[in-house]
DNA sequence: CGGGGAGATGTTTACGTAAACAGAATGAGT
DNA sequence: ACTCATTCTGTTTACGTAAACATCTCCCCG
């Protein structure tokens, strides 16, 4: 071979072309490779000056580290899966931002995937997907449909769920739905409603049942009469739809929706319809999105703490991960505190008498 | 060593433990691990009854194929890194969901940093930490004050940039911010206002910039006085602060807002003062973000259509992955039509003598 | 002034995979 | 039957890195 020619035996193999390698900088710097190495991870201690003129020939060649030699190498990847059904939402959203954020601070980065339908096999074909992937760990956001007996993931890799039906399966972290929906139907009690009724998410998914069945019980154990819910799919526009229903009824005085889209759309229904809020109707959302404070009338909503839910999802990946902790019975509630805004009142007239 | 026994040299040298390898896969169906390799590929024909042998010994010992060794062999990822300013803002969340979407389809997994503030620190950071991550490709999605030499990436790394201030340096694909804000102004001149107020976003940002400068320049061309704009920070909060401002002002009786978040706090502000919108001030928009259409009253906005610039974002990676393309001065430009609703109309009274 | 230890650096090896090459088995055509 | 092509399978090797182990160099202290 030649003697000084570097970075000529690119290509001599069949193999794709690299970047300059650990080799490369250690023949430049005329140390052992080891040693380059070294200063790359600060495992060991350098001797200065050596340090120096490693990271000089690191820039001279615009160096690297390969990434996949040191996962391989390591056995890791410092990478986190993340499964979400619709990044949109604004709720996944920031909570998306919050996993991001909190892997960064513990050095892995986070590799998304969305499903976009929520069929079943949809949600395997993208565990699937992604625990080929490089990944240490693996949290789900709302998996809607799957099932936790249909994900088959490997059974080391740990994983994190904020979907409340994976509870006993696998690591939970979520918002109180049923205490924030109580708060919310009572509220609305409170203030002299005859009854609630009630925009649903689309059946199937978990806080959309949570939230419709604590919606239910809270009317149950009030003594109050249970309505028909509307079934919503989180869009502006079912609300929208829903509420020009709503709007030819007079029956309705208080709407508790199961998202701020929907109350929005719903709102927005009312409005065109001549309908007052909260004077005629009292709304109130769930979720509190930024945009809640500032539609009109600022929304009553209930609080999901979602910053807070992407952290702790985290954190449950991270004690796994590090002292093999098994934590499959664990489930995290943060708290959905009810904010009230000017979308509830006190119904202007009682009407006992329905129909 | 011992004969029959498997999966027993785990940990016998420092190495952290790893799954079954495709090793233990072959020596369990009684063929090479190259052909294992074969059938976990598909790349070369495998007969049928080898196949399902080696297929069932993979489920029998739960193997999956180890990404990074796979990465390693074969100098790439199939990953691509995106880095976003604020994840939560519905244009990114949108621009984010069809990357993904689009890498998928392309077989491509998409790996997320969020930079938090967006100074240029943090921006050159987040692009070190993920140049070092297992990417083949990144596409900045608003780096706000980042520069383009700041950057300081591997020469070899194919980029797309959704920024306008990268054009000439990397491939960009964007909205035409210049025609959208030029239509919006233009429409509240039409319907008959002397001037248009314009509530800015951030200074230092792309976008902002490129809206506030269209908007003065439709002004000045339209020989109309250009006041001074408001400055934002894309927040419905600013929106709203500003709006109480607006609110004790006669003079102002369109307003073009640079997002619909701040335009949304703006309406809340003016209702809030008994202002009517849009019989005493119109307002427009930009992005038409899902809500917009569900605002009270529905927002006239620009809208971007995200979803097809992550989907091009994509493609110039994969252009530039694919065939060696070098797309440095490619500009894609993606319309930004004006969607009219209810916020804007003519003014009530004509006030040519203003002050 | 020599022994011992700490610090710095070098050498060897393995991580799991797939390309390149090589060899074996099968079948078709004459 | 015999060659030759085709299909299938096995062997060797390299990807870039870091742990484990082996040296080698200094300096301190008795």
């Known amino acids: 071979m030649s003697s000084e020619v570097r970075g000529a035996r690119r290509g001599i193999k069949g193999h794709p072309k690299t970047g300059p390698s650990i080799g490369d900088v250690a023949r430049l710097a005329g140390v052992s490779s080891q040693t380059v190495s070294r200063v790359s991870?600060?495992?060991e201690p350098?001797?200065?000056e050596t340090r120096e003129r490693v990271l000089d020939a690191m820039r001279q060649l615009g160096y690297a580290p390969n990434h996949a030699a040191r996962a391989l190498r390591q056995g890791n990847f410092r990478s986190i899966g993340l499964i979400a059904h619709q990044v949109i939402r604004t709720g996944e959203s920031k909570t998306i931002e919050a996993?991001?954020?909190?892997?960064?601070r513990e050095g892995y980065s986070v590799s998304l995937v969305d499903v976009e339908s929520p069929s079943s096999s949809d949600v395997s074909e993208a565990v699937q997907h992604l625990s080929h992937q490089a990944i240490d760990g693996l949290i789900i956001i709302r998996a809607e449909t799957a099932t936790p007996?249909?994900?088959?993931?490997?059974?080391?890799?740990?994983v994190a769920v904020s979907d409340s039906r994976f509870i006993g399966h696998h690591p939970a972290v979520g918002a109180d739905q049923v205490g924030g929906s109580r708060a919310a139907v009572q509220h609305l009690l409170d203030l002299g409603h005859a009854t609630v009724?009630?925009?649903a998410g689309p059946?199937?998914?978990g806080p959309a049942d949570l939230r419709a069945t604590a919606w239910k019980q809270t009317l149950?154990?009030?003594?109050?009469?249970v309505p028909e819910p509307f079934d919503g799919d989180w869009s502006a526009e079912t609300g929208y739809k829903i509420g020009n229903e709503i709007a030819k009824r007079d029956d309705v005085t208080a709407v508790f929706a199961a998202n701020d889209e929907m109350a929005a759309g719903l709102i927005h229904a009312l409005h065109e319809a001549g309908r007052r809020v909260p004077d005629d109707v009292s709304v109130v959302g769930f979720d509190d999105i930024d945009l809640a404070a500032h539609l009109w009338p600022p929304l009553t909503t209930v609080r999901q703490e979602f910053h807070q839910i992407g952290h702790d999802l985290v954190e449950v990946i991270m004690r796994q991960l590090g002292g093999r902790e098994q934590l499959t019975g664990y489930h995290g509630t943060v708290a959905a505190p009810l904010i009230v805004?000017?979308?509830?009142?006190?119904p202007r007239k009682r009407r006992r008498t329905r129909r």
């Open 41 to 43: 991870t600060g495992s």
């Open 46 to 48: 350098v001797k200065a």
């Open 99 to 104: 996993v991001i954020e909190a892997a960064r």
């Open 149 to 158: 007996a249909a994900l088959a993931l490997p059974p080391t890799m740990p």
């Open 197 to 199: 009724h009630h925009i």
């Open 203 to 205: 059946g199937g998914s």
């Open 220 to 225: 149950v154990n009030a003594g109050r009469e």
């Open 341 to 346: 805004r000017q979308s509830t009142a006190a």
